[in-house]
């Protein structure tokens, strides 16, 4: 039997449900009841040949009052005058709900409303956007709504977020709720209090005016006579302020020839020792600490990541901080010297590096089309050393 049973019906009810349109209606201007459910009513012919089916059919209908039934007289040759269901309709979203037992829910999405219609008026189109993602976060209205009023009276506050003191707020609730306050805040918030080029949840800070942590930079001075910081094999961290300010330093603006710059902390920390250089550990796609220093223009600046695509991925970044960066060992000669270190690389980059020189472009693209093998890397610690101290001593005096 394929007739619309009472089942059926409250089936279409429950996808109203779950798509969010039964309390969307609450906010939408447009009317959404009475709704005339799909009804599929059984044949003339049917009627006559399965007339006991088609009576307990149309009892199963009335197992609940809350939907109306239409109904119309047919006129059958053999039955006769019947009067028979024509068509289902919900009149209203209180009957819906009860229906499919969702009279909890319903009442908390109300009770959201109101308390967002007296404190943030602007989230209303939200809620009849995402009713059920709101129902998801009723929990935590009241501190999402406190989160929102609180910057809109502390524009851009300049301060840590641990620093912000919101009644029944504290920071991890923040951090766990970037995604959906940023979109919150976004409606709230004038134009002026945002900053629109701090995008995604990991520029939370910065899109609304917190302090953020400082950046850092991690580098070793490989000259042993060059004595920054007493041993001359020194492992230093400082803010990029700090960094900045070493421009400043006699030694740093007179001595500071070679600049080199390794992915790989192993490598960081055996990186032999040169004259009048020193080593950066890199942090992946992470180069906003090298920007805007100035003395980092003087010196020569090598590169050396994994020979694959992300790696050459990283270069065309650094590029952008740091357009005069050289490659080192990330070269033909170097990938197919090591041919029996070669892993897999599992998600290539694909999209083109404008700011690779011919010969990078070329070993790139190759590797991208898989002229080597399929999707071969050359991991840069798994390069020889004496290839690597021969790379070096091409370039500085390597202090044996």
């Known amino acids: 039997m394929n007739w619309t049973t009472h089942t059926n019906l409250r089936q279409q009810v429950q996808q109203l449900w779950d798509k969010g349109r039964l309390l969307a209606s609450l906010l939408n201007n447009e009317a959404f009841f009475p709704y005339r459910l799909k009804f599929k009513t059984p044949t003339s012919k049917e009627m006559s040949e399965r007339f006991a089916e088609v ?11 809350n939907f109306r039934i239409e109904t119309r007289t047919v006129r059958h040759p053999v039955l006769g005058e019947n009067t028979v269901p024509h068509a289902v309709w919900l009149d209203n979203l209180d009957n819906a709900v009860q229906i499919i037992g969702k009279q909890k829910p319903y009442r908390q999405f109300v009770d959201l409303i109101e308390q967002t219609r007296q404190q943030q008026p602007a989230l209303l189109p939200w809620l009849g956007s995402h009713p059920l993602k709101a129902l998801e976060l009723a929990g935590q209205w009241r501190q999402l709504l406190a989160v929102i009023e609180w910057l809109q009276a502390h524009p851009k506050p300049a301060i840590y977020l641990r620093q912000a003191d919101i009644l029944g707020v504290d920071t991890k609730f923040i951090e766990h709720y970037r995604s959906v306050l940023i979109t919150l805040l976004d409606r709230c918030l004038p134009d002026n209090s945002i900053n629109p080029d701090a995008t995604g949840v990991n520029q939370f800070e910065a ?5 953020q942590k400082p950046l850092r930079v991690r580098f070793r001075i490989l000259d042993p006579d060059f004595n920054l910081l007493p041993g001359s094999n020194s492992d230093i961290s400082l803010t990029q302020q700090g960094f900045h300010d070493l421009g400043h330093h006699p030694e740093i603006a007179s001595r500071i020839e070679y600049i080199f710059i390794t992915e790989n902390e192993t490598n960081f920390l055996a990186f032999p020792q040169i004259c009048n250089s020193l080593v950066l550990f890199g942090a992946g796609y992470g180069f906003d600490a090298l920007s805007g220093i100035p003395w980092l223009a003087r010196p020569e600046i090598h590169y050396w990541g994994d020979i694959d695509t992300h790696g050459f991925a990283i270069l065309d970044q650094l590029r952008n901080h740091q357009p005069q960066v050289r490659s080192l060992l990330m070269d033909k000669h170097t990938l197919l010297a090591h041919q029996s270190f070669w892993t897999h690389e599992m998600k290539p980059e694909t999209r083109p590096l404008a700011r690779l020189t011919g010969t990078e472009r070329q ?3 190759m590797l ?7 999707q071969i890397r050359l991991e840069q610690e798994r390069i020889g050393f ?3 101290l021969k790379s070096l001593r091409q370039i500085a005096v390597v202090i044996d």
């Open 363 to 365: 070993l790139y693209e």
């Open 386 to 388: 004496n290839h690597i």
């Open 368 to 374: 991208g089309n898989n002229t080597f093998g399929d």
């Open 55 to 65: 009576r307990d059919w149309i009892a199963g209908l009335y197992k609940t009052n």
């Open 207 to 211: 899109r609304y005016g917190f302090r």
